[in-house]
């Protein structure tokens, strides 16, 4: 069974730090590609970054510079460690993971597999 399950959200004031981490199973993890992304309400699903099948991290245009993806592939983990966090990041973040994904991988509606997401609320 393909499980994904993202921890590491909570409340946390602006300019705080969070590391989301993100624990794959129940399928090979380097046949993958896994990203994280984002949803607020009343806003489209934003990609953040993501791992390609290959091994390749990729970033949108609009890179956040205060948001790092890294993995590990010994874990089956990967993490989104996000710095300076501001009010305007409050959303859920979730996991996903696409079969042999590629380069896009920051593309929400071609991902497979979910997790519930974890909820980070950035308070003023």
């Known amino acids: 069974e393909v499980q994904l399950v993202e921890s590491g959200g909570g409340l946390v004031q602006a300019g705080g730090s969070l590391r989301l981490s993100c624990e794959a199973s129940g399928f090979a993890f380097d046949d993958y590609a896994i990203g994280w992304f984002r949803q607020a309400p009343g806003k489209e699903r934003e990609g953040l970054a993501c791992?390609?099948?290959?091994?390749?991290?990729y970033y949108p245009d609009s890179r956040k510079d205060r948001f790092t993806f890294s993995s590990d592939n010994a874990k089956n983990m990967v993490y989104l460690q996000m710095n300076s966090l501001r009010p305007e990041d409050t959303a859920v973040y979730y996991c996903a993971a696409d079969y042999l994904g590629g380069s896009n991988c920051l593309r929400y509606n071609g991902m497979d597999y979910w997790g519930k997401g974890t909820l980070v609320t950035v308070s003023s």
């Open positions: 791992i390609s099948s290959d091994g390749t991290t």
